[in-house]
């Protein structure tokens, strides 16, 4: 079955402890996405990937990293999390830049304490 | 920048009622524009998407058409059944140009349909 998996689902941490929130797709798309959705603001893009070792900002970076070491895995590294990063996450890949759908994972939620 | 802008809601039907959701947008050049449909507790799901302009995109009695000379994109469905509750997220995607490559999305329509 086609997907997108992220892990894990729910997590509940606290200020400054380092976490990572993996995300897989087995569809072989090169173009790999992370988004937040917070009440209000609707999904903002974090990072996206358009293939292994090539990763860009989106519109929301800021105590964000990313990696893409292979094509089907793009971790979300927070280095050091702060309550305002308290949200949904979703991780998202696309067959083709720029003009095809997103599938999307089921998403991940983060408490920073 | 991009952007999208659609109605939020909370939109409150009967069953068996007309749907419309109105969704515009701003953008360079000629996007593809999609709806997705995000139920509780799930992740985002494609629902409809249109490539051009005057496309028609329909999907599960859902239907939107890509209005270039209004920048619209309104979703719109006959007759709404309780399953059709869930958040309704309008989007596009640049073809081109510069920035971060990705989805735009509005803010989302949450859609309460009661039997």
């Known amino acids: 079955e086609a997907q997108v998996t992220q892990n894990p689902r729910y997590l509940i941490t606290v200020t400054g402890k380092k976490l990572t929130v993996t995300c897989s797709q087995n569809?072989?798309?090169?173009?790999m996405s992370w988004y937040r959705q917070d009440p209000g603001l609707g999904l903002r893009q974090i990072y996206y990937?358009?293939?292994?070792?090539?990763?860009d900002k989106g519109d929301v970076p800021e105590g964000y990293k990313v990696s893409r070491k292979e094509k089907r895995n793009f971790p979300l590294i927070l280095e050091s999390p702060s309550p305002n990063q308290t949200s949904l996450y979703f991780c998202a890949s696309s067959a083709i830049p720029r003009t095809g759908e997103l599938f999307f994972g089921e998403g991940s939620r983060l408490t920073v304490l | 920048g991009d952007s999208v802008t659609q109605m939020e809601g909370p939109v409150t039907l009967s069953e068996e009622a007309f749907l419309t959701i109105n969704c515009t947008y701003t953008?360079?050049?000629?996007?593809?524009l999609f709806w997705y449909v995000q139920y509780p507790g799930e992740g985002l799901q494609l629902l409809l998407k249109?490539?051009?302009?005057?496309d028609k995109g329909s999907n599960k009695g859902f239907e939107a058409t890509y209005r270039k000379e209004t920048t619209s994109f309104h979703l719109e469905k006959g007759s709404v059944q309780v399953s059709d509750s869930a958040v309704y997220f309008c989007a596009l995607r640049a073809h081109s140009g510069g920035g971060a490559d990705g989805l735009t999305f509005g803010k989302g329509t949450h859609l309460i349909i009661q039997p």
């Open positions: 569809m072989n798309h090169e173009y």
């Open positions: 249109a490539t051009k302009a005057d």
């Open positions: 990937s358009m293939n292994v070792e090539v990763t």
């Open positions: 953008a360079t050049g000629y996007p593809s």
